[in-house]
């Protein structure tokens, strides 16, 4: 069953930063579509859960944190950074 991934304002917000200084925003783009594929089908195994519930992926040169609803079917992008 596929999860709907959505972001919130401040994750738009720096991705959108994060694309615009980049040296290559090509490699932002690659990333971002690559975590949107693995969240959608899968996101409660992708990356490594921390103690407030949310979990935590590196994929370079991004680092997105995000939160999972199993009951909703949906994973949220909470906030995301770049990681040379």
Known sequence: ?????VSTPLADYQLGDIWLRAASPQEVADASGRIDT????D?????EERA?????????????TFEVSVEDRKATIV??????
């Not at 069953?1 to 991934?5: A, D, L, Q």
């Not at 906030?79 to 040379?84: A, E, Q, V």
């Open 1 to 5: 069953m596929k999860f709907t991934v």
């Open 38 to 41: 693995l969240l959608t089908n």
């Open 43 to 47: 996101p409660q195994t992708v990356g």
């Open 52 to 64: 407030d519930g949310r979990r935590v992926v590196v994929l370079p040169p991004l680092t997105i």
């Open 79 to 84: 906030s995301l950074r770049y990681t040379p």
